[in-house]
């Protein structure tokens, strides 16, 4: 079978065994480089680009060039096929394919360090996007602020032109751009953060006041960092989403991806050195993005977050599997209704449709989300998830049962070993320290509660200090340890 690439796709014009294959509609060779996005990864492949593909046809100096900060592997896939790759739209009514072309270029930053530099710092870049994940921005989850002690960081600092950060490179840009008399481009995270604009902002200023005070003013000055929401459900792409592609198209894609038709994206309208016509093409630009972050990022993920570990402890590989079991089913709905809504400032009947919108994007059979991906890096999303939630119902004197579960079933999973005793394969960036408190503490539910409650990083002072939320995050991993996360999901659900 052909490899995917241009001339492939131009041969290939009658399309594959799902009808003629849609591919974007303008001349590449016209289309010129406007943003560079850090972390080219499915999520920003199967969102932010395709909007941009669509935007293309009608302004070509957009093109996006990406890079992967950590390792060479997108690049390995894509540049043999020209950066081209097909996104397949699937759920119980369909598949739909199509060949997306608004990536230009990928370049690893681990070798191709100067080369990304030099991109940056050209003044046709306008945009710097970013989906590096939580921990890609060096941070205290639970302040928002730089951690100056994170190797990385202190990395950068030390070698602030050959920077290995995202926060570094931004800085390492700017100022080049700064020195050349060339306008910033704006800064625009697309990571699922608190407040992604201003936490970014934050961030990058900090960062560059370290390297230099003179410095850290010119960027709290000159350069805009829009909030933004985003939001597609993106499972790791798998072999089985290969060959599914291959089927369907003829042709041999080594990094596609398969999502969900669902796509959202709230920009907060601000790039003084402009953007492209984001809202001709489905985004919604506006004033004020927070109130659709916390909406988001409480309902949306607070949810997966809490299916991922209850999932995963009571034996569901994916999503699709969690939110079909009643007790779970259950528990998230009324996490919802009862426990996240009463936070939000929206209307509650926009609430509730979006709720069921959410229930049913979860359930969708033709998405292979595994709950062991989202349960990652908790401690880098537990902040913004859950515990947000949980501040402001205590400052109104509400109790949290169920988001206490979700703080639980993150606490169990953490000790490393699953309910048949089985070891997980817990991936964070604090793995090794959590690890280590939950094996002093054996399946003792107060010391395990009491050790990780310690980690101030994700909680603050604050919540452990609070009896009513720790008697319930107590109570509730008492009830894991003793009855398993289905049986604890049920007395709740
Ligand atoms: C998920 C998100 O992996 C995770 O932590 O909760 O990636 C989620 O699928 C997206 O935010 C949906 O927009």
Not at 410 to 431: F, H, Q
């Amino acid at each position: 079978m052909p490899r995917l690439t241009a001339d492939a796709l131009r041969l290939a014009a009658g399309g594959g065994a799902a009808g003629p294959l849609r591919r974007f509609a303008y001349d590449r060779a016209a289309v010129t480089p406007g943003i560079v996005h850090l972390g080219i990864g499915a999520f920003h492949r199967a969102h932010m680009a395709v909007y941009v593909d669509a935007i293309l046809a009608r302004d070509p100096g957009w093109g996006i060039i990406g890079a992967s900060l950590r390792r060479p592997d997108t690049r390995d896939a894509l540049k043999p096929q020209d950066c081209l790759y097909t996104v397949v739209e699937r759920d119980a009514s369909g598949t739909a394919c199509r060949v997306v072309g608004a990536i230009l270029d990928v370049l690893d930053a681990t070798t191709q360090r100067r080369q990304l530099l030099d991109v940056m710092a050209e003044p046709r870049i306008r945009i710097v996007s970013l989906t590096v994940t939580e921990k890609g921005y060096c941070h205290d989850p639970s302040t928002g602020e730089l951690d100056a002690h994170h190797p990385d960081i202190v990395h950068d600092l030390a070698h602030p032109d050959a920077p290995v950060s995202a926060p570094g490179l931004i800085v390492a840009a700017l100022a080049r751009r700064r020195a050349a008399g060339i306008p910033p481009f704006t800064v625009m995270s697309c990571d699922n953060l608190p407040a992604n604009g201003r936490t970014t902002a934050r961030i990058v200023t900090r960062f560059a006041a370290l390297r230099d005070p003179a410095l850290g003013r010119y960027v709290a000055e000159a350069v805009a960092f829009p909030s933004t929401m985003v939001d597609r459900i993106v499972p790791a792409t798998t072999e089985a989403d290969r060959r599914l592609v291959a089927g369907l198209t003829g042709l041999d894609d080594a990094w596609p991806i398969v999502t969900e038709p669902f796509t959202q994206w709230v920009i907060e309208d601000r790039f003084p050195a402009g953007r492209p016509a984001f809202e001709s093409v489905g985004a919604q630009l506006v004033e004020d993005v927070e109130p659709f972050e916390l909406m988001k990022l409480r309902m949306l993920n607070g949810s997966h977050s809490t299916m991922a570990y209850l999932g995963y402890l009571g034996g569901c590989q994916y999503v699709a599997e969690a939110v079909a079991d009643p007790r779970i089913r259950g528990l998230i709905y009324k996490l919802m209704t009862e426990e996240v809504m009463p936070t939000l400032p929206m209307p509650r009947a926009d609430l509730e449709a979006y709720r069921d919108r959410l229930l049913a994007r979860f359930a969708n059979p033709a998405l292979q989300h595994r709950t062991w991906q989202i349960a990652m890096d908790g401690s880098q999303k537990l902040p913004q998830r859950l515990l947000g939630t949980i501040r402001d119902r205590l400052a109104a004197g509400q109790g949290s049962e169920r988001l206490a579960l979700g703080v639980a079933a993150w606490m169990r999973y953490v000790t490393g070993i699953d309910e048949a005793g089985a070891p997980i394969e817990v991936k964070d960036p604090l793995a090794a320290r959590l690890r280590d408190i939950a094996d002093a503490a054996g399946r003792d539910a107060a010391a395990l509660a009491d050790g990780l409650l310690g980690v101030v990083e994700i909680f603050g002072t604050d919540l452990p200090a609070d009896t009513a939320f720790r008697r319930a995050v107590v109570g509730q991993l008492d009830s894991l340890f003793r009855i398993g996360a289905l049986a604890t999901a049920a007395r709740l659900a």
